[in-house]
């Protein structure tokens, strides 16, 4: 780490902290807690081009200009990925140069990695795939210890797993609690472990703050995520999440780290608004043996897209005692915070450096009813 990368990064971080602290101060809240990231090799999931330029190839990405031209530019390295996916990145491509039935229009190369060391790479082409390149793929990913999948137009090729197993460790009432996790190829999971491994931390310390803790809500449980650590300190949880790779990735999650008191409603933050107030009955919650009615909540967990939560489901929200809210956009987590705190006060506001270098900001408020 020299001064001068450590002087980028405080200045880009310091810049995020000032614009926070500005644009929620209408709200009063408390002292902003800041967690920073890893300067470098903190992004667990990395995309690049292949370039084909005559008997050479070359992993690329696009420098995009004002007036919409986009120049090629190659990356030989790339510092803000992990340490595992710049080791791998000159070996995998040397391999590829030198067969040319698995570098022949080779489109994309994908690398899903895990701070347990798991790494799943996916090589998207332009072509049909047949068995000639299976077995030369097989060989590829015996050598490199990695597991590997081969796609194309209409073509999905798995050749072991299509996910990687995730382990984080997180602090449940002063012990460290190993958490096992799947993260599938093609799904959403946390980029920044490091930062994760904080927010996960934060909800936990949000939780253990909380006074008679009874069952927990939580809308966009993805796989699992927040909803396992979080589980430790509630009678009972009720998760919810629309995609069904997410909730076969969490019912795995549940089952494998021996957790009895979850249940997963395959159901949108707005579909479990219309069966919470009665609008519609939904058969996936009577088929998973899930009534709504039998949940004494005071505490509910969400972390939405982009675009935040919806008015309906705000109104839902606004009956708990507690919310813990992780958003990765300030500006809808704003416009959420101006109906929510008409009836909670923030109790604790922080800022996760999930995307160093970049203007997204990810957050995390712990509001209380007044």
């Not at 982009?306 to 489901?313: L, V």
Request: net charge negative.
């Amino acid at each position: 780490m020299t001064k001068h990368q450590q002087d980028d990064y405080q200045a880009q971080l310091s810049a995020k902290i000032q614009r926070i602290e500005q644009q929620f101060s209408t709200f009063n809240p408390p002292v902003l807690q800041v967690y920073p990231s890893p300067i470098s090799h903190f992004r667990f999931r990395a995309e690049f081009r292949i370039w084909h330029d005559e008997d050479d190839l070359f992993y690329a990405m696009f420098d995009r200009q004002e007036n919409g031209t986009k120049t090629v530019v190659r990356i030989n390295d790339f510092a803000i990925a992990s340490a595992d996916i710049n080791a791998l990145m000159p070996v995998l491509l040397e391999k590829l140069k030198q067969n040319q039935s698995l570098s022949q229009r080779l489109f994309e190369v994908h690398f899903l990695n895990t701070l347990s060391g798991e790494m799943l790479v996916t090589l998207i082409y332009h072509k049909k795939l047949d068995e000639n390149w299976q077995a030369l793929a097989n060989t590829l990913a015996d050598e490199l210890n990695i597991k590997l999948i081969g796609r194309s137009r209409g073509q999905k090729i798995v050749l072991s797993d299509e996910f990687v197993t995730e382990k984080m460790t997180v602090k449940i009432k002063e012990n460290d609690t190993d958490f096992f996790y799947r993260q599938i190829e093609g799904g959403f999971s946390q980029p920044n472990a490091y930062v994760c491994r904080d927010m996960l931390n934060f909800a936990c310390d949000v939780a253990e703050c909380i006074d008679g803790n009874k069952d927990l809500l939580e809308l966009y449980c993805g796989n699992g995520n927040f909803t396992l650590p979080l589980s430790k300190y509630f009678n009972r949880v009720l998760a919810t999440e629309l995609a069904k790779s997410s909730v076969n990735a969490a019912k795995w999650a549940i089952k494998h780290n021996n957790i009895d008191n979850i249940a997963i409603a395959r159901l949108s933050a707005e579909e479990f608004s219309e069966a919470c107030t009665g609008q519609r009955e939904f058969r996936r919650l009577s088929e998973s043996g899930i009534d709504i009615k039998d949940y004494d909540f005071n505490t509910v967990f969400v972390d939405p897209p982009r675009a935040g939560i919806d008015d309906d489901t705000l109104k839902i929200l606004a009956e708990f005692d507690n919310i813990i809210y992780i958003s990765c956009n300030p500006d809808t987590l704003f416009d959420n915070l101006q109906f929510l705190t008409q009836t909670h006060q923030i109790k604790r506001l922080a800022l996760f450096d999930q995307f160093p270098y970049t203007h997204h900001i990810e957050s995390g408020v712990w509001l209380v009813r007044r």
